[in-house]
């Protein structure tokens, strides 16, 4: 038993300091005996040698953690495994790779079931401040409730500021137990409001539907979750029984989600054994998905996009296209033409870009997005709005023009 201990404890050393190689140099390094001082901080300059094994390297680094570490005798060794692993990871510098721990695996897949603990916001990055934006806050929600709104910045949340580039860290810590509140500072405009928010369930319901003018069914589709091509089919029935004669597809701000969920939406919209997805990956080469159901909705179709729609959304769009099912209203699309793999690691989750996606006339989504058919923009105020004011909204009155033409 101790023997294994100790195996363990040296495997959790090797995780650890992998990172710090990674990271920091391209190289493994040995200690050189001087070092210069300045405040507190020591500064130790290190040679490279490329002869160097990585796990001696690592060896050494840990004898002086040990030797020399203020609070060794506290050392949290599953801590430091689970950040180990986690800057391992972010060391591919891929944005779309991560390693989940079981808490944020399981908060994952809550989210993506359309269940989760938090207080109900769809969130997304601004592309030209880099800050964290509130599409919208999901009906009845505690966050509506407590006055969030569309387009509020979130600046700091429990005191601490957060930037575009911690998109992900910020959504979890909205995430949370029931029952527990959250304090956030929001930018509206150029006021700051502060809000405490209770934590609580919530069942996201991603698609909401009106009907317009000259009998034009509405839907904006806001995210893939499970259940989505169900809901997808019922909401279209809805808008069919109420007079609905065309649809306009709102998947403006709609970041992605399950692949499955889109891939499904193209099989009630398209005929039966239509190729709806290309991908190409290292370890099985081309694959390609077609629909299998055969069409269920044969209603016109104008979709809404604009530079946030992306992943799942641009499989969506791009098949339309391509098809001509439907025609693109709006701006070129985000660009995110990856697919990511969930690999189980014990009770862990690591989620790896594994494959590129292409349309089905094969055209290259990452980097480039999806052209509209027809490029409208909306007023710059607007750009980064999720309601935008219905005698504002270019892209929807050049939709409804289409449809009654």
């Not at 860290?169 to 029952?179: N, R």
């Not at 069914?217 to 989505?228: A, K, R, V």
């Not at 604009?306 to 439907?326: F, H, M, P, V």
Request: proline share 2%; net charge negative; hydrophobic share 35%.
């Amino acid at each position: 038993m101790e023997d294994n201990k100790k195996n363990r404890v040296y495997k959790t050393i090797m995780l650890v300091l992998v990172v710090v190689f990674i990271t920091f140099t391209l190289t493994t390094v040995l200690m050189y005996n001087a070092f210069t001082q300045n405040g507190n901080i020591k500064y130790l300059f290190l040679s490279n040698n490329d002869n160097t094994d990585l796990d001696t390297a690592i060896q050494k680094v840990r004898a002086v953690i040990d030797r020399t570490y203020i609070n060794a005798d506290e050392i949290n060794e599953d801590e430091l495994v689970e950040y180990a692993v986690k800057g391992y990871v972010a060391g591919l510098g891929d944005e779309y790779t991560e390693y989940m721990t079981p808490d944020e695996w399981e908060e994952y897949q809550e989210t993506a079931i359309g269940n989760y603990e938090g207080i109900g916001v769809y969130l997304t990055v601004t592309q030209d401040t880099n800050e964290i934006i509130v599409i919208a806050p999901l009906e009845e929600s505690v966050a509506e409730k407590a006055g969030i709104q569309s387009g509020d910045i979130i600046t700091k949340i429990d005191g601490v500021e957060y930037t575009g580039d911690q998109l992900e860290a910020a959504t979890e810590v909205l995430h949370g137990q029931p029952g527990e509140s959250v304090q956030l500072e929001v930018k509206r405009g150029e006021e700051i409001l502060n809000f405490d928010i209770t934590r609580e369930v919530v069942r996201t319901s991603p698609i909401k539907i009106e009907m317009l003018e000259n009998n034009i069914g509405y839907m904006q589709l806001l995210t893939f979750d499970e259940g989505i091509t169900e809901d997808f089919i019922s909401k279209c029935n809805t808008l069919k029984e109420q007079g609905a004669t065309s649809i306009i597809l709102d998947v403006r701000f709609n970041g992605g989600g399950y692949i499955d969920g889109a891939i499904g939406i193209l099989d009630a919209l398209l005929p039966k054994d239509n190729v709806v997805l290309i991908t190409n990956s290292k370890a099985h080469g081309e694959n390609t998905r077609v629909t299998e159901n055969g069409q269920q909705i044969d209603l016109p179709i104008v979709v809404l996009q604009n530079q946030y729609s992306a992943s799942s959304t641009e499989i969506l769009t791009g098949a339309l296209k391509d098809y001509k099912r439907a025609t693109i209203v709006g701006t070129t699309s985000y660009g995110k033409g990856v697919l990511q793999s969930v690999y189980m690691i014990d009770d862990a989750a690591l989620k790896i870009t594994t494959d590129e996606f292409f349309t089905p006339n094969r055209n290259t989504i990452q980097g480039v997005g999806i052209e509209p058919d027809y490029v409208v923009e909306v007023e710059e105020e607007y750009v980064n709005s999720f309601n935008i004011p219905r005698d504002k909204d270019t892209q929807l009155d050049k939709a409804i023009e289409l449809l009654t033409q």
